[in-house]
């Protein structure tokens, strides 16, 4: 069956530090990854989207890469700061259904 | 505003007693989507809408109907609802399939 997991349930680190959190997925060809943030009790939040022909995208202090060979994404916070402390999801979707997977989540803390 | 809004957002109630969720968004999107969200399962989809008149079944659809009449709405309906669709629920919607999805602030249902 299809899964995706993501890399830890929690992850700390130093405030100015790069953050890397990781999605990998099995039984699943993706047409597209998303990520999103979701800070307690508010509904997610989207950050960042990835076709599977692309490589890498960028949006500010955010990157990701998609490597569909090794199935994974990778989710780079650079620069972080406390405000980004929240849980981060990665999704995948099918463009033939339309249908998503969701990870269950990284918690994100960035020490002060 | 864009938003994506839900209602109720709190809901306790008894096993077997019809309830409804309304969903509703302002941002004349085609493509719409219900969750819900479960400790250590992350977000599941329900079901999804490609547009009026067109809903299918995400990954875990039993227990639920959802109809699609206008374009902005999209409710959620418990027939008979048990205590095992307890759970924090979203609504999100997006442009189109695949493109990044907005999420209403979710509706917390308690079914004792």
């Known amino acids: 069956s299809q899964k995706i997991e993501q890399n830890s349930e929690a992850l700390n680190i130093q405030e100015g530090k790069t953050a890397t959190l990781t999605c990998n997925y099995t039984?699943?060809?993706?047409?597209?990854l998303q990520w999103y943030r979701q800070d307690p009790g508010r509904g997610p939040v989207f950050l960042l989207l990835i076709r599977e022909n692309e490589k890498e995208k960028r949006k500010e202090r955010l990157k990701v890469t998609f490597d569909t060979t090794l199935k994974q994404s990778l989710f780079h916070i650079t620069a972080s700061q406390p405000a980004d402390s929240a849980t981060y999801l990665c999704a995948l979707g099918d463009s033939g259904t339309y249908k998503y997977i969701f990870g269950t989540g990284t918690r994100l803390k960035v020490l002060a | 505003e864009a938003q994506v809004t839900q209602n109720p957002r709190y809901l306790i109630t008894v096993t077997g007693k019809k309830l409804t969720v309304t969903c509703s968004q302002n941002?004349?999107?085609?493509?719409m989507s219900w969750y819900r969200q479960d400790p250590g399962l992350g977000l599941r989809q329900i079901y999804y809408s490609m547009n009026v008149e067109v809903t299918d079944k995400g990954d875990v659809p039993e227990g639920y109907k959802v109809s699609r009449k206008e374009k902005r709405n999209f409710p959620l309906i418990l027939e008979s609802p048990s205590p095992n669709q307890t759970s924090l629920y979203f609504c999100a919607s997006s442009q189109t399939g695949g493109q990044p999805q907005h999420f209403g602030d979710g509706t917390r249902l308690s079914i004792l």
């Open positions: 039984n699943y060809s993706p047409a597209y």
């Open positions: 941002m004349n999107h085609e493509y």
